[in-house]
């Protein structure tokens, strides 16, 4: 069996005083999910996945536990949201329970909001837009974002930078390489590239409103940032950088779409829709394999 080692202690505020109680749990449980990380078979993207590694930060911020994501606390905190969302408290991750947790990640984003009922938010005005220094860019791409939205990104990136090490202002990481992006320009990709409204690109993207960040959180060997081989994603999942994200965005207004760890939206902290109060309601609105919710668009 593989045994994992993960940067836990960044992935919730406060982890260390909470590092003793991660060897009291349900230890069959822990045992299930040190299988089923790697095992899992689901499509909660509507494409097929096998284990659920890559989404375990998000899992672990959502439960709320630090503990490492196949320890016995890890399944303890599992079971109590499980009961809590009236799932079966087995503290193993399972497709239902995921399902449940992606339809909040879902729907915390603004711009799944703004279009469930099928309408395409109009682009911001040149007016609104401002643009990313060079230093902010990555590989010289010239970038533009809502104002509002790259202020709140500049002041979350020197947060990420006082946290974590690697995040200096000399390397790439945070750096962005898609912000605004003009509809007809995503029309003409659309049209020649012949790939939209599918899971890697979606027909009416949220990088419309100036307020959706691809940024760079690391890559797996020989593969570009922007690569959503599984391989890649995994390997961006065990970044310090998006790890602390992961904990700490939402803090600065940004919610992340899950299946794309470089890929951030913006919206005031208080407009954030939240991950703890999902309902069976949300459940069943999910298929058996963990499709997501209606409404759910691809970036």
């Not at 533009?144 to 500049?154: G, H, S, Y």
């Not at 000399?170 to 992006?181: A, E, N």
């Not at 320009?185 to 409103?209: F, M």
């Not at 390997?235 to 940004?254: E, K």
């Amino acid at each position: 069996m593989r045994v994992y080692i993960f940067l836990v202690a960044l992935a919730l505020p406060g982890a260390a005083a909470r590092a003793a109680d991660c060897s009291v749990g349900p230890a069959a449980a822990a045992t299930a999910n040190a299988a089923s990380i790697e095992t899992l078979a689901f499509a909660p993207f509507r494409r097929a996945e096998v284990g659920w590694a890559t989404y375990a930060p998000h899992i672990a911020v959502t439960i709320g536990s630090a503990c490492p994501f196949v320890s016995p606390g890890f399944a303890a905190a599992l079971a109590r949201w499980q009961a809590a969302h009236k799932l079966p408290a087995t503290g193993v991750v399972d497709v239902e329970s995921f399902a449940a947790m992606n339809g909040g990640w879902t729907l915390a984003r603004p711009f799944v909001r703004a279009t469930r009922d099928g309408a395409c938010p109009e682009p911001p005005g040149p007016e609104a837009l401002a643009i990313a220094a060079p230093g902010e860019s990555y590989g010289g791409k010239a970038i533009q974002l809502r104002r509002d939205a790259l202020e709140a990104w500049r002041a979350m990136v020197a947060a990420a930078r006082r946290a974590v090490p690697a995040a200096t202002a000399k390397s790439d990481w945070l750096r962005i390489y898609s912000g605004f992006r003009a509809p007809i320009d995503d029309d003409l990709r659309c049209a020649i590239e012949n790939n939209c409204s599918g899971v890697a690109r979606a027909t009416c993207s949220a990088h419309r409103t100036g307020t959706a960040i691809d940024a760079f959180v690391g890559h797996a060997p020989g593969m570009p940032p922007d690569s959503s081989d599984d391989a890649n994603r995994r390997a961006m999942s065990r970044s310090a950088v998006y790890r602390w994200l992961v904990a700490n965005a939402r803090r600065h207004g940004f919610v992340n779409y899950v299946f794309e760890p470089w890929h951030w939206e913006y919206a005031a902290p208080a407009r954030i829709a939240g991950t703890r109060t999902i309902t069976r309601t949300t459940v069943t609105r999910t298929t058996s394999t963990g499709a997501p919710v209606r409404g759910m668009t691809p970036e």
